[in-house]
């Protein structure tokens, strides 16, 4: 006789799809560099972005306008 699994799964938690292998804490120099290469490479293509620079999407884009708010361009010398 077949037996069938028809328990439900369990359910992930929402915020598995944002499960980027990021480091949390401040920006240090070789993120804000890589941040520049990749805008240059994706353009503002966060999603894309993030996993690159070992930080979130959003935190990408935040660091992104902050940057603007100073007064810089992003481009690899500045940034």
């Not at 915020?15 to 993120?31: A, I, L, T």
């Not at 353009?43 to 660091?63: A, N, Q, S, Y």
Request: glycine share 8%.
């Amino acid at each position: 006789m077949e037996t069938y699994n028809n328990s439900p799964k369990p359910l992930k938690p929402r915020n598995v799809r944002n499960n980027f292998q990021y480091r949390k804490g401040p920006w240090n120099n070789y993120e804000v560099t890589q941040l520049g290469k990749s805008l240059d490479i994706h353009g503002p293509k966060w999603m894309l972005i993030g996993p690159e620079v070992g930080k979130t999407p959003v935190e990408c884009r935040k660091k992104y306008l902050e940057l603007l708010a100073r007064g810089r361009e992003y481009n690899t010398q500045v940034l």
